[in-house]
C-alpha cells in the first residue's frame, strides 16, 4: 500500500512563512512527479505547483514568486516553501504523486493538511 504523509500546515499571519512537506511510502519503483493542490471552502481543488522527475518544476501563476516546490530523491519527499503568505492562500493542501508501483503509473493522494492565514 502506498501512503503520502503530509506535515507542516497551521495558523500563520499575513506575510508570514510555512513549510509543507510530504513523504511517499511503499512499493514504489518510481517517480514520475509530485505536486501539491489546494482546495479552498466552497471552490474547486486546483494544482499549486508540481515537480517532475526530470526536476522541471511548475507553480501556479497566483503562488509565482513567493512559493517553491522541492524534493528529496532518496526520501521520496516533496516539499512546498510558502513566504508572503495572503489571507486567500488560506484552504487544505493535498500532497499529490503520480508513482509506478508494478504495472503502470497511477495518482495517489495524501488526507490534506490545513493552511490558515489570517489578516
Known sequence: QVQLLESGGGLVQAGGSLRLSCTASGSILNIGSMAWYRQAPGKQRELVARLFSSGTTNHADSVKGRFTISGDTAKNAVYLQMNSLKPEDTA???????????????????????????S
Open 92 to 118: 487544505v493542501y493535498y500532497c499529490n504523486a503520480y508513482l509506478y508501483l508494478s504495472r503502470a503509473y497511477e495518482n495517489y493522494w495524501g488526507k490534506g493538511t490545513q493552511v490558515t492565514v489570517s
